[in-house]
């Protein structure tokens, strides 16, 4: 049987162009889940590992989706290999359980690692240099203006939260979070 397996690192990523990807490889069940990477309880692999069984192939679309690090990556394939499972990564190719293609899985492996370390090094680096600006914020932008949350707490004196939420787009959440402040 083939099985698919996706996933995101976070809640705001969309998992649609991996599940086409592995549905259009006709995996038969697909796995899928948003848990980050860098994490090893990742429920649903684990589900995935423990049901996968001699003569199954296991498909994932990119190498990083299946493992946090080369030594993972390689201990994960090797037990697949010892259980009879396949290992298809989509933008490698079928990994064969010969010498040459554990190498190739190696190398790969490899290179997909020193790639995260780069992007999170380049992150590091960036987030450094924009600590000594002097307006640096961490996070996300405001989305709205001190002056527009002033005026909506000024509108909730005659008005509800909603109809406030309503006449300024800020939501109910974020004008309690600001009437708090506003308040200490």
């Given at each position: 049987m083939k099985y698919g397996?996706?996933?995101v690192s976070t809640q705001g990523q969309d998992l649609q162009a991996q599940l086409e990807a592995l549905e259009k490889e006709v995996c038969e069940k697909i796995y899928s889940e948003k848990f980050t990477g860098t994490k090893a309880d990742r429920p649903q692999f684990k589900a995935l590992l423990s049901t996968l069984e001699e003569?199954?192939?296991l498909v994932v679309?990119?190498?990083d989706r299946f493992a946090r690090s080369t030594s993972e990556a390689l201990?994960?394939?090797?037990k697949l290999f010892e259980r009879g499972v396949k290992v298809h990564?989509?933008?490698?190719?079928?990994?064969e359980n010969t010498p040459t293609g554990r190498l190739i899985f190696t190398i790969m492996s490899g290179f997909a690692e020193f790639e995260r370390d780069l992007i999170v090094e380049r992150t590091q680096e960036g987030?450094?240099?924009a600590r000594q600006r002097q307006d640096y914020r961490e996070g996300r932008p405001?989305?709205?203006?001190?002056?527009?949350?002033?005026?909506?707490?000024?509108l909730l004196k005659e008005h509800s939260y909603k109809q406030v939420e309503?006449?300024?787009?800020?939501?109910?959440?974020t004008l309690i979070r600001a009437n708090r402040k506003a308040v200490h």
């Open positions: 397996y996706a996933r003569g199954d192939t679309t990119k190498l201990m994960i394939v090797k990564v989509l933008n490698m190719g079928l990994i987030k450094a240099i405001r989305k709205f203006t001190k002056r527009q949350i002033e005026h909506a707490l000024a309503d006449m300024t787009g800020i939501s109910k959440s």
